[in-house]
C-alpha cells in the first residue's frame, strides 16, 4: 500500500507540475495575475506530493519492505537504523526521487519567499523550474520507477554496497543535490528574464541570494565528499580528477563566476548578457553531470550503448533545456540593454578577471573529463584523462585567480588605482614573504614551488584581512571608531573576506598534505614498532569483532610520541556476508590540523600484517578552508540587503530632506 | 568492482584496498621513488580512473611489478613508458601525450584563455568612454538633464 502511495503521490506530483508549467505562461501572456498566481500553490503543494513520496519510499526502507525491487537491491534488515535511511538515496532510483524532491523543495521556497518578485517574473520563474521538474518526474516515473514490486518478495534484502555505509552517505549526497538542484533556480529566472525580455540591477539582487545559496551548499557537499574520499580510500588522497568529481566541480566553477558577475550586475547594470549566460551555464553543468553520472557514459561509451534507455531520456532532458535556453538566449540577449561603463583597472575589471579564469578552469575540466568520450565515439581511439593532466592545466589558471584575489576588493568601482590598492596590501605582501622565507628555512629547498605555494596561501588570508581593516579603518582612526564601523559593514563584506580567506586556507592544507607528507608501507609483527614523523605506533595485535550487518578484524595499535602514549588506532578490515565484500577502515589521529593515517593491507600466514601509514601535516585546512568559504556564503546570505527573496524597501521618511 | 559503485554517486568512492604492497617495494630507495613517480602516471585499465599506484587490481600489481623490473634493468623513466605504451597503447597514459588526436584537448584550455582575453579587450574597448558613445548627449538630452537640474535646484530652495 504505501508504495503504491508514494508512486500515485509522484503521479500527482507531475500532474501539478505540467499545470504549474503552462498555466502561469498563459496567464502571462494573457496579463492574468490570477492565472499566474495559481504557480504559487502549485509549486507549495507539488513539494508536498514530492515529500509524501519521498516519505512513502523512506517508509519502505526502514520497515525493510523486501516486495520492493529497489529496498530488496540495497538493504538489509539487520543494518543500522541510519544505514536503512541513507540507502533511500544510496541507488540510482532512490537518488533521482532525492533530485526531485530538492529541485520541488527549491520550487516551494521560491513561491513563499518570494513574496516581493513582480507578478509576472515570479510566474514564468515558477513555470520554467515546473518544466524541469516536469521532465524529471517523467524520467522517474518511466525509467527508474523506484516503487516497482517484486512478484515473490524474498525474506532478505542484498545489503547497501557496504563501500556506502557511512556516515558520509547521510550528509554528502543531499549537500551535493542542494547545490547541484539549487542552480535551477539561477536558470529559471535567466529564462524568465528572457522571455520577458526584462532584466536589470533588482533581478540580479533576487537572482544572487538564490545562487549564493546553492553555491554554499555545493562548496560544503564537494568538501564533504572529498574527506569522505580520503577516509574511504585507505590511501590518504582527497581529490582524483574522477569524472564523477568534475561533474560537481564544473557547476561549482561556473557558480562561483556567476555569483561574482552578478554582484557586477547588481552594483552597475553591467555584464547583464554574461551574467544571464552563466546561470544557464551553472544549472547546463549540473544537467550534464547528472547525466554523465546516471548514464553510465563514463565506464565506456559501450557500456552506455547497451543499456541506453536512461541516458538517452536524460540526453534528451539535456537537450531540451540547454539547447532549448541557448537558443533563447541567442534569440533574446541582444535585446538586452548595456549598463554602466568602467575602467579595466577597477572593480568590475577585477571580476570579469575573475570570471575569465573560472570559465575557462570550468572549460579545462569540461574539455578533459568529456575528450576521452568524444574521441572514442569518434575514432574508436582511447586515451586517459586523468589527474597529471589536470594538475597540468588546471593549477596555472588557479595560481594568478587567486594571485589577484587580494587586489579585487580593494579596488574602486569604475575606476580603481592599482598602484594605490598595492600599497595597502603590503601587510599581505610582507605575510607572504615571511612565509615563504620561513617554509623555506623550516623546509629546505628540496620542493622550490611548495613554499611559494605557501606563500600565496597566505597572500590569499591576509588579503582577506587587510579588505577588513581597511574598510574598517583598523590602525587608520582609533580602535573605538574602527570597532564600530567594522561592525556596521554590511554582511556581505564580511561574507567577501572571510569565503577568500577560506580558499586560502584550503590552499595552504593542499600544499602542505601534499609536499611534506610523509608515508610508510611495511608489513609489521604484534609488538613491533613503527615510527613516522615523530610519532611511534607499535602494533598490539589483531582483535575479532562483530558488527550489525558485518564481522571485522581490528588492528590494535598503540601511539606514542616522545615515548608518551597518546592514544590508540584501530584500523580494520570488514566483511559484509550479504555481498561477500570486504572493505578496509582507516583509523585517523587528528593532532591538531594534522592527521596520523593508518590502514590494513593483507594480513599474512605467519601474523604479520601490511600497512600503509601517512602523516598528513595540516591536511585537515583543506576542508576546513571549504567549510570557512561556506560559512562566508552564509554570511553573505545573511545581509539584510540579499535576504532571499527579494529586499523589503527600508522604511523611510516619505520625503528626502532638502539638501 | 569499483566502477560498480560509481553510479551510486555523483562523486568518486574507490573499492577500499592497498595499492602498493611491502613485498613489491624495492630495496633501492631512489629506484623506488622512481617507481612510484611513474606509477602516478599510468592507468590502471581495468578501474575507472585509478593510477596504477592507487590501485588494489591485481593487473595494477602486475603492472606496478612491471614498472620495477625495467627500472632494475637500467631503463630511463621515459624507456619504461615508452615500454608500457608499446604493449598496452594510449590509454595506458594518464597524462595523454601531445600528438594529432590530443591537439584539441591540450589546445583548448589555453585557447579558451587567450580567446576569452582578446574578447573581453575589444568588448571593453568597445565600450569605453573615450569612442564617445556615452561622453557626449544629444541637443534634447541636454534640454533634458538642464530642465532636471533646474527643478531639482527648485526643490531644495523649497
Not at chain 1, 423 to 438: D, H, N, Y
Amino acid at each position: 500500500m504505501i508504495p503504491e502511495l508514494g508512486h500515485y503521490a509522484l503521479v500527482l506530483a507531475l500532474g501539478l507540475a505540467l499545470i504549474q508549467g503552462i498555466a502561469p505562461v498563459v496567464g502571462f501572456r494573457r496579463n492574468d495575475a490570477s492565472l499566474m498566481q495559481l504557480a504559487n500553490s502549485t509549486a507549495f503543494v507539488q513539494f508536498i506530493f514530492v515529500a509524501i513520496s519521498f516519505a512513502a519510499l523512506t517508509a519502505c526502507y526502514v520497515s525493510s519492505d523486501f516486495s520492493v525491487a529497489t529496498v530488496y537491491e540495497n538493504s538489509h534488515s539487520m543494518m543500522p537504523l541510519i544505514y536503512k535511511f541513507t540507502s533511500v538515496w544510496g541507488n540510482h532510483e532512490g537518488s533521482m526521487l532525492l533530485w526531485v524532491l530538492i529541485l520541488a523543495l527549491f520550487g516551494a521556497a521560491v513561491a513563499v519567499f518570494g513574496v516581493n518578485l513582480p507578478t509576472s517574473l515570479k510566474a514564468l520563474v515558477l513555470a520554467v523550474q515546473s518544466w524541469i521538474a516536469a521532465a524529471f518526474y517523467l524520467f522517474i516515473l518511466f525509467t527508474s520507477n523506484p516503487f516497482l514490486r517484486l512478484a515473490n518478495p524474498p525474506f532478505e534484502g542484498r545489503d547497501l554496497n557496504p563501500i556506502l555505509q557511512d556516515p558520509g552517505l547521510a550528509i554528502h549526497p543531499p549537500l551535493l543535490y542542494l547545490g547541484y538542484v539549487g542552480f535551477s533556480i539561477a536558470f529559471s529566472f535567466a529564462v524568465a528574464a528572457l522571455i520577458e525580455g526584462r532584466i536589470d540591477a533588482a533581478w540580479a539582487r533576487w537572482v544572487r541570494p538564490w545562487t549564493l545559496a546553492a553555491w554554499m551548499f555545493l562548496t560544503a557537499g564537494i568538501a564533504m565528499g572529498s574527506y569522505w574520499a580520503y577516509y574511504t580510500l585507505g590511501w590518504g588522497g582527497f581529490w582524483f580528477w574522477d569524472p564523477v568529481e568534475n561533474a560537481s566541480l564544473m557547476p561549482w566553477l561556473a557558480g562561483t563566476a556567476l555569483l561574482h558577475s552578478a554582484v557586477v550586475m547588481e552594483k552597475r547594470n553591467a555584464l547583464k548578457i554574461w551574467t544571464i549566460l552563466l546561470a544557464i551555464l551553472a544549472f547546463s553543468l549540473s544537467l550534464i553531470g547528472t547525466f554523465l553520472v546516471r548514464s553510465g557514459v563514463l565506464t565506456s561509451v559501450h557500456a552506455f550503448a547497451t543499456d541506453p534507455t536512461r541516458g538517452i531520456f536524460i540526453l534528451v532532458i539535456l537537450v531540451l533545456f540547454i539547447g532549448g535556453a541557448l537558443t533563447l538566449f541567442a534569440w533574446r540577449a541582444p535585446v538586452l540593454k548595456q549598463g554602466g561603463l568602467f575602467a579595466p583597472i577597477s572593480r568590475e575589471g577585477a571580476l570579469v578577471l575573475n570570471n575569465l579564469f573560472l570559465t575557462t578552469a570550468c572549460a579545462t575540466v569540461f574539455v578533459g573529463t568529456l575528450y576521452p568520450l568524444a574521441l572514442e565515439a569518434l575514432t574508436g581511439a582511447k586515451i586517459s584523462v586523468g589527474a597529471p593532466f589536470f594538475n597540468l592545466t588546471f593549477v596555472p589558471l588557479f595560481v594568478p585567480l587567486m594571485l589577484a584575489m587580494p587586489f579585487g576588493p580593494l579596488l574602486a568601482w569604475k575606476r580603481g588605482d592599482l598602484l594605490g590598492v598595492a600599497q595597502r596590501l603590503t601587510a599581505a605582501f610582507a605575510a607572504t614573504v615571511v612565509a615563504i622565507c620561513v617554509t623555506f628555512a623550516a623546509m629546505g629547498v628540496k620542493s622550490a614551488l611548495a613554499p611559494l605555494g605557501v606563500g600565496l596561501a597566505f597572500f590569499v588570508m591576509a588579503g582577506a584581512a587587510v579588505d577588513l581593516c581597511e574598510r574598517s579603518g583598523l590602525f587608520r582612526v582609533s580602535l573605538k571608531i574602527a570597532l564600530r564601523r567594522g561592525l556596521g559593514l554590511p554582511r556581505s563584506a564580511f561574507g567577501t573576506a572571510v569565503a577568500h580567506f577560506g580558499l586560502g586556507v584550503t590552499l595552504l592544507g593542499i600544499v602542505c598534505a601534499t609536499t611534506w607528507g610523509s608515508e610508510r608501507i611495511v608489513s609489521i609483527n604484534p609488538g613491533q614498532t613503527v615510527s613516522i614523523s615523530g610519532y611511534d605506533l607499535t602494533f598490539d595485535g589483531l582483535v575479532p569483532r562483530a558488527g550489525p550487518n558485518f564481522r571485522e578484524l581490528a588492528a590494535k595499535f598503540t601511539v606514542r610520541e616522545g615515548g608518551v602514549p597518546i592514544g590508540v588506532m584501530q584500523p580494520s578490515k570488514r566483511s559484509f556476508s550479504a555481498r561477500g565484500m570486504t572493505t578496509t577502515e582507516a583509523a585517523l589521529m587528528t593532532r591538531g590540523a594534522s592527521q596520523l593515517y593508518l590502514s590494513l593491507g593483507d594480513t599474512e600466514t605467519d601474523g604479520s600484517i601490511a600497512i600503509r601509514l601517512y602523516y598528513k601535516p595540516l591536511v585537515m585546512l583543506t576542508w576546513l578552508g571549504a567549510v570557512i568559504m561556506a560559512l562566508g556564503g552564509a554570511l553573505s546570505l545573511s545581509d539584510r540587503r540579499l535576504r532571499v527573496g527579494a529586499p523589503k524597501p527600508a522604511a523611510r521618511p516619505a520625503m528626502q530632506p532638502a539638501e | 568492482m569499483r566502477w560498480l559503485c560509481l553510479f551510486a554517486f555523483l562523486f568518486a568512492l574507490a573499492a577500499p584496498a592497498a595499492a602498493v604492497e611491502p613485498d613489491e617495494m624495492l630495496k633501492n630507495p631512489t629506484l623506488e621513488a622512481r617507481a612510484r613517480d611513474i606509477s602516478r602516471e599510468l592507468r590502471c585499465m581495468v578501474c575507472q580512473n585509478q593510477s596504477i599506484d592507487d590501485s588494489a587490481a591485481p593487473l595494477a600489481r602486475d603492472l606496478r611489478l612491471l614498472v620495477r623490473r625495467r627500472l632494475v634493468a637500467g631503463d630511463t623513466n621515459q624507456q619504461v613508458i615508452d615500454f608500457l605504451v608499446s604493449r598496452y597503447g594510449e590509454f595506458v597514459l594518464l597524462k595523454p601525450r601531445f600528438e594529432p588526436q590530443t591537439f584539441l584537448l591540450w589546445g583548448l584550455p589555453p585557447a579558451a584563455l587567450i580567446g576569452g582575453a582578446i574578447g573581453v579587450f575589444f568588448w571593453m574597448r568597445r565600450r569605453s568612454p573615450a569612442d564617445g558613445a556615452g561622453a557626449t548627449l544629444s541637443e534634447a538630452e541636454q534640454a533634458r538633464l538642464a530642465a532636471l537640474v533646474e527643478r531639482s535646484t527648485d526643490q531644495a530652495t523649497h
